[in-house]
């Protein structure tokens, strides 16, 4: 019998509301949903997959609705520089709708991964020695979870969903166990409200994405936000997609000094912003750290090390986010391949204070920054 996840996933209010109606009025009869998957990408892994069962929504004062049921295994690095896959389209009776869920199987459908072989697994990734690696679904995600934002659907419009699919914030490696953890990370956008911001990063596989940064911000780990992030293709291309706001660019692939665009983006719903850049060759050392302790957690729970550098963008003095990865109670990191300088560690977890470490990378050598305890 397959086994199921559910996930529950966050939704944007949406901002169109009928001339005649407030908040969660509806004109009635029916309108059309539209969801579709991206991915937030990473340059960790050569693939990810996950497989989705089946895409629900709930209907205030009514229950849950099926909206499709793609029992498919999607790639998720596949997913970037504007590329969407349409995970379900239908007709639903117009109203508020307060939440929508992702069912997870564990079982694969039948079709081949990048090298050419049937899935092994529901949810794994492909390492970069073409290492297949199943991602556990945590005990604790098994009955969803529940964070709640609504959508309207009014009589006779379309609402689209796109849901963001964070790969590099949702894998989580584990400790002793030698597992790795699938806790998904999903941001959920309404199309209309997105902006382009596209060009050439000079060269395949970089790092490309937008941030915001608030330095007011009272936890440290909320003073950087990544928006949205892509990996370029082989000829240095790349699209992000985010909503209308004001934005740092930043491009990073190891080997090279991080690129910062001089001034912040700003862009409206609708707008098209270029941006051509190249990266300057760095030299490098790498970064571990470890074992992270959470104390009170289990060792499902996990903490996020958001490795951080000093920049200066319209002028002004603030933070960019060069790595970001996820690391189980109990376990450690290594190998961070990073360009010789001055950074912080931010490493934090829910429930807790976040920690901030300045650490230095030398060239050709090892900066560990030890034991790690909440």
Not at 222 to 236: C, E, K, L, P, Y
Request: glycine share 14%.
């Amino acid at each position: 019998m397959k086994r199921s996840l559910l996930l529950a996933v966050s939704l944007l209010a949406a901002l169109q509301l009928l001339a005649c109606g407030g908040g969660r009025g509806s004109s009635g009869g029916t309108g059309t949903l539209s969801v579709a998957l991206t991915d937030a990408s990473t340059d960790d892994y050569r693939a990810v997959y996950v497989t989705i069962r089946r895409v629900d929504v709930h209907r205030e004062g009514g229950g849950w609705q099926t909206v499709s049921e793609p029992g498919k295994t999607y790639s998720l690095l596949e997913l970037v520089n504007g590329v969407r896959q349409r995970l379900g389209l239908k007709d639903l009776p117009a109203g508020y709708y307060t939440q929508m869920r992702l069912i997870l199987d564990d079982d694969p459908d039948n079709t081949r991964n990048i090298l050419g072989v049937l899935h092994p697994y529901g949810n794994y990734f492909i390492d970069r020695s073409d290492s297949a690696v199943e991602l556990k679904v945590p005990s604790g995600l098994q009955t969803g979870i529940k964070i709640v934002r609504g959508f309207t659907i009014s009589g006779g419009g379309t609402t689209e969903i796109l849901l963001d699919f964070d790969a590099a914030r949702s894998i989580v490696q584990a400790g002793s166990s030698g597992q790795w953890l699938l806790k998904p990370t999903i941001k959920v956008l309404e199309t209309r409200e997105l902006c382009r911001i596209e060009g050439d990063a000079g060269l395949g596989g970089v790092l490309v994405s937008a941030q915001v940064y608030d330095g007011s911000a009272a936890a440290p780990e909320d003073r950087v936000r990544v928006q949205a992030a892509t990996v370029s293709d082989d000829s240095g291309g790349y699209v992000l997609f985010v909503p209308a706001g004001t934005y740092s660019l930043v491009g990073c692939k190891d080997g090279y000094a991080p690129y910062v665009r001089t001034a912040k983006i700003a862009a409206a719903a609708g707008e098209v912003v270029t941006e051509d850049f190249d990266l300057g060759a760095a030299d490098t050392g790498t970064l571990a750290g470890g074992p992270v302790s959470i104390p009170g957690g289990v060792a499902e729970d996990h903490a996020t090390v958001s490795v951080r550098k000093a920049a200066t963008v319209g002028g002004a003095p603030e933070q960019i986010e060069v790595k970001s990865i996820g690391v189980t109670n109990g376990a450690s990191f290594d190998a961070l391949i990073l360009p010789v300088g001055d950074y912080t560690a931010v490493v934090s977890t829910a429930g807790k204070a976040s920690i901030e470490l300045p650490f230095t990378i030398a060239k050709g050598l090892e900066t560990n920054l030890g034991a790690i305890s909440f």
